[in-house]
């Protein structure tokens, strides 16, 4: 099946490995905002920007968008519901990844190489479970939330929607993370973290308040 990709930078190029390591379909071009028509990524050409999406999601009306961070992934997921009502979000899980049978994952959700999810997982639409991150049994990861490379979620761990879990971080089993909160790098999560904070350290804890479109990633 032939799928258009959003985004071509790093993230994407990672997606990129996982779609053609996986060898399901075939990538018929990306779109970027930030480039030009005929660039290449990877060997794949822009073939549009969102403004031309109508267009395009019409004649390829399946594929996944390649944003980093949760809250443009989750605009950038609107622009193609807008363009095309019934466009498919296709999910992409590398073959190296080891993800129980016992496992749900939602459309649109990528889970990169050296990946671990454990059974009774319920993986949210549009999620990154990323390099060698780990979920152990019966965790729960929102729509849209992430968890970066190297993470682990001890067993029954929630994470809520749109909430970052960042490199290298470890969050005890039977924790609930709200939603729109982002955990720092090498954290220890020990206990309950409500929505909407940006948390760090070992153990945690809780720096300040966080709206909910604002920006983590550089």
């Not at 479970?129 to 060698?132: A, E, I, L």
């Given at each position: 099946m032939d799928i258009i990709l959003f985004g071509s930078s790093g993230h994407a190029e990672s997606v990129i490995d996982v779609i053609e390591e996986q060898g399901v379909h075939t990538i018929a071009g990306l779109i970027d905002d930030t480039r030009e028509t005929n660039d290449e990524t990877r060997?794949?050409?822009i073939i549009g920007k969102t403004t031309d999406l109508k267009a395009i999601c019409g004649e390829i009306p399946s594929g996944i968008v390649c944003v980093g961070d949760n809250r443009k992934r989750h605009s950038i997921t609107l622009l193609f519901v807008e363009a095309h009502p019934t466009f498919n979000f296709i999910t992409a899980v590398h073959p190296k990844a080891c993800v129980s049978r016992r496992v749900a994952i939602g459309a649109g959700t990528v889970v990169m190489a050296g990946a671990v999810i454990n059974s009774g997982c319920i993986v949210g639409n549009h999620c990154i479970?990323?390099?060698?991150a780990s979920m152990d049994h019966h965790c729960n990861l929102g729509d849209f939330a992430s968890v970066a490379p190297g993470g682990t979620l001890g067993?029954?761990?929630t994470v809520g929607e749109y909430t970052a879990i960042g490199l290298g971080a470890s969050v005890r089993e039977k924790v609930t993370i709200g939603d729109?909160?982002?955990v720092g790098a090498g954290a220890l999560v020990l206990d309950d973290l409500p929505?909407?904070?940006i948390a760090y350290g070992v153990p945690v804890s809780t720096i300040r308040a966080r709206h909910i479109d604002e920006p983590y990633m550089r």
């Open positions: 060997g794949y050409k479970v990323n390099t060698s067993g029954n761990v729109c909160s982002v929505s909407r904070v």
